[in-house]
């Protein structure tokens, strides 16, 4: 069973090639997708588009027929005071519990808070979470990106 | 085996040639103008074929003759003769056409009937035929060598794969034949339904062909179905399936009493010897309403005699390498398609979509491979995807002797920037002209 505060993210294979950012965005504004979180990596040649959207079928649905390959993640988020220390916080109970971290991203949250995201190996998720609750941080429910 | 002259000592089996050969030769010079006019302008008659040795002086038939006399102008028999009509698909061109006479069925029936008897299929045995049936051969040449040999045919044809795995199950189907690349995508699908293709199945042998398949897919194919492979090889030109087939020995006979094969150089026409490389022609010598006379395939292969274990006497060929059109020089090393996906197969147990572009760089080539990343390939990491990239280079060194680069593109970029299915992109050649 999926973990409850597990958060879909789409990710988008893209070649590096002009005009290409500007076809995902636009497939997914035809859709009426809202993006709530993002974060690109790229290489020299190709990149990777990360999403944390509200509507993670529709826009699967949408960037499929658009002929984009993707795939679909599962991450979590957590919420933490947008102040000195806040990353840190989370990044030491999660190394403490010997989870490896593969990439995160954040963004600003309401009144003082940050948001972060963290995509951990699949099967370290449950033992992550887990982890972080008992450290004391709140974790944001999916719902919250999908509202 | 189905038939003795398989493993009749080679004399006997010349002996049969030759005579077949003239009489063919007469067929073709008397009543076809096409034929005439190019024997007489090699100044050769029918009556001057003494031996075998002089089969290499005759003239070459080649696909642009074939569609030059669209659709019948090569028979050789009045309509009310022809039982059977196929046509291949002309993606390139006109469609080529091919007639058959009550006789040639027979021919093929009997060809096919050895193909099947390479794993001794026969009474008893449900032979699941996934050729597409129409105006291709494969469809029916399966299904007419299937009955011969007395197996319960299931006429399934292409697609519809959830209810065709469904029947060969619940018939119990002992024999699968197919397309390898459809046979590969059965299996997915059955994995997909929740079927074990190795155990849930009766299947214990494949008949391949249609389209090349590199060692790697082959072993795949064997493996996720845990069958004996057979390859067939044919061509619709020369009679469609049944022109050679795999035994259990692995060695690819050609049936050369109804169709004499010969290896040549492709750029001067000259015969090669026993295990050279070059192009595989065909003439056949038992057929009525389409004999055809050297027949340049363009397929790249070897041929080799000797006694096999199996027992046949029978002339083989190793497993076609390329297509002569599709050979590129790069750097002066050979290189066909077929040993970019041999390696493309063996690295992720798929086939993704890719294109070879060729290019100069100052005075050297170099060879681009753009590989298609889909569902199955891509990971979500970029170090994943340098490792795939970083691996593919490393094997393409190993298994075509040159440095490759290699490039992930996004699906349909192919499609969209070259056009359908093309899968060699030459730029040399567009910038000398």
């Known amino acids: ?50 999403l944390v959207v509200n509507n993670p079928e529709k826009a699967r649905t949408a960037l499929a027929s658009g002929g984009f390959t993707l795939r679909e993640q599962e991450v979590f988020a957590v919420e933490v005071n947008d102040e000195p220390g806040g990353f840190y916080g989370v990044v030491k109970i999660l190394a403490e519990s010997d989870i490896n971290i593969e990439y995160t991203y954040a963004f600003v949250g309401e009144s003082k808070k940050a948001i972060l995201i963290f995509k951990v190996p699949e099967e370290l998720l449950p033992k992550a979470v887990s982890a972080i609750e008992q450290g004391g941080i709140r974790l944001v429910e999916p719902l919250f990106f999908y509202s | ?37 190019k024997f007489d302008e090699v100044g050769i008659k029918p009556e001057g074929i003494r031996s075998l040795e002089d089969l290499k002086r005759l003239p070459f038939t080649t696909k642009q003759d074939l569609r030059a006399h669209y659709p019948f102008g090569l028979f050789t028999v009045p309509m009310d003769q022809v039982v059977r009509i196929h046509s291949s698909s002309g993606t390139t061109g006109k469609p080529t056409v091919v007639g058959y006479t009550r006789h040639d069925m027979e021919v093929w ?11 001794d299929v026969g009474p008893g045995d449900v032979c699941n035929n996934a050729y597409g049936y129409g105006l291709f051969t494969g469809g029916l040449g399966f299904h007419y060598g299937a009955e011969k040999v007395g197996a319960a045919v299931v006429p399934a044809s292409g697609g519809f794969t959830k209810r065709q795995l469904l029947l060969m199950k619940d018939f119990g189907a002992t024999v699968l034949c197919s397309t390898p690349s459809f046979a590969l995508h059965m299996a997915e699908v059955a994995r997909e339904e929740g079927y074990d293709p190795r155990n849930d199945f009766k299947l214990r042998v494949g008949f391949f062909g249609a389209e090349p398949a590199s060692q790697g897919l082959r072993d795949a194919l064997s493996d996720a179905w845990d069958i004996l492979y057979v390859e067939a090889y044919g061509l619709s030109e020369i009679i469609g399936p049944g022109v050679a087939a795999g035994c259990p020995h692995g060695n690819l006979h050609i049936f050369e009493d109804h169709f004499i094969p010969e290896v040549i150089d492709p750029d001067t026409g000259e015969v090669l010897p026993y295990g050279e490389e070059g192009e595989l022609v065909f003439t056949t010598v038992t057929k009525q309403a389409l004999p055809i006379i050297r027949y340049r395939t363009r397929d790249i292969t070897r041929l080799h005699h000797g006694p096999c274990p199996c027992g046949r006497t029978m002339v083989f060929m190793d497993s076609v390498k390329g297509r002569s059109d599709d050979m590129l020089i790069v750097n002066g090393v050979n290189v066909f398609p077929s040993q970019v996906e041999h390696v493309l197969t063996k690295m992720e147990g798929i086939t993704p979509n890719y294109v070879i572009i060729v290019d100069k760089k100052g005075v050297l080539d170099k060879l681009e491979v753009w590989v298609e990343v889909d569902e199955n390939i891509f990971a979500d990491g970029l170090g994943a995807l340098e490792e795939l990239k970083r691996r593919l280079q490393n094997e393409m060194l190993n298994e075509l002797y040159i440095n490759v680069k290699v490039k992930l593109v996004e699906p349909k970029t192919l499609e969209r920037s070259m056009g359908k299915a093309k899968r060699i992109i030459d730029k040399r050649e567009a910038e000398e002209m």
């Open chain 2, 109 to 119: 029936k009997e060809v096919m009937a050895r193909t099947m008897s390479m794993a």
């Open chain 2, 1 to 37: 085996m189905w038939n003795d002259i398989e493993c009749a000592p080679k004399e006997e089996i010349e002996v049969l040639q030759l005579r077949r050969l003239r009489e063919t030769a007469q067929r073709v010079y008397n009543l076809v103008p096409f034929y005439r006019e």
């Open chain 1, 1 to 50: 069973m999926a973990n409850k505060f597990a958060v879909k993210q789409l990710s988008i294979f893209l070649e590096n090639r002009k005009g290409r950012l500007l076809e995902v965005t636009k497939t997914l504004m035809d859709a009426r997708i809202n993006i709530r979180a993002l974060s690109m990596a790229e290489s020299a040649e190709f990149g990777i588009l990360r």
